[in-house]
């Protein structure tokens, strides 16, 4: 995948995990793994900054990246504000 295939709110798989993207920049993006998230408390995804830490995946990460073969969850992070690291 490339950054311009990413929405901040859009699930996708890396390595196996499911992550929520969070932020999207020129060459990277920052995630956070829904495993860390408990299923019960949806508050955790109120930020930034998030309950759980931001991950940032770059150019070396981005091919193991899929949205392909599953369900998103529809998360709204419509009112999270952009973050300045990326």
Do not use: H
Not at 70 to 83: I, M, V
């Amino acid at each position: 995948m490339k950054p311009s295939d990413f929405k901040i709110g859009m699930e996708f798989e890396m390595s196996g995990q499911r992550w929520l993207c969070t932020d999207i920049g020129t060459r990277t993006i920052a995630a956070i793994c829904l495993a860390d998230i408990p299923k019960d408390d949806p508050s955790w995804l109120n930020g930034p900054p998030y309950a759980v830490p931001e991950q940032v995946i770059d150019e070396n990460d981005l091919p193991a990246c899929s949205a392909d073969g599953f369900e998103a969850e529809g998360f709204d992070l419509s009112n999270a504000k952009p973050n300045r690291f990326i």
